[in-house]
């Protein structure tokens, strides 16, 4: 279980030296069960890829609690191989010196699960790929096939959870909703649990059990997704009127 306890953050407003700092995200506290699927949706600019770099344990929260099974994220090797992430920029993702099956072995063997017997063919075709792929590099890959490639790195460790942040944003209309699909299916086959961050609340009622929605870096609500319909405050009604209603 991930469990977030009243976490601020601040950055610097002007620059290194300036004395001025703006909160973006203020007494965020929630948790995350293993196995769910949680979408963390709000405007641009709301805290949301804050907060995932938070999770991450990239950087570090002024102040508050971000604990994965009990450990702090921030300690890397209490979470290493717990949470995986797969980000919007898929060509800044991938190494684009790496082949499609270096790329796929350098977080197993970051995590020292690289073995002979890891069947990365097998893998490669859970993505919706196969072998072909394996000598390939990056700028020999489609955009949706690259996505493809970042969340098979992602799924090769069977992490507890993957964070997603906007990581099928850039993909176009009927690409996301295979990349959406194939997260579905393997969300089914290695019974891992998402992150899901995005600016698309349909994409996030597609994938997700449960919604939190931020604003200004605040959570307005968590609802679950089912419960939608019923969110009670007047700026989560506005977000989902136009889709929903
Ligand atoms: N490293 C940083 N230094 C200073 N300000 C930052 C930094 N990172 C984010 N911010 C500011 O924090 C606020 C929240 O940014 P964040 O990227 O978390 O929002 P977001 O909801 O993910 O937005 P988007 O959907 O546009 O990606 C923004 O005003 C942003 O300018």
Known sequence: ???VEDVNKSYRQNGWFSQVRRQVLRHIGFEWRKGESLGII???GSGKSTLGRLLLGIEKPDSGVIAFDGKPVSDRSSRRGAISAVFQDYTSSINPFFTVRQAILEPLRFAGKASESFDIGKLLR??????SYLPRYPHELSGGEAQRVCIARAVSVEPQCILLDEATSSLDGSVQMQVLELLKRLRTAYGMGYIFITHDIQAAAYLCDRMMILRHGEI???IKTAELKHVQSPYARELLRKVIW
């Open 1 to 3: 279980m991930l469990k």
């Open 42 to 44: 709000g405007e641009s």
């Open 126 to 131: 859970q993505v919706g790929l196969d072998e």
């Open 220 to 222: 307005v609500e968590i």
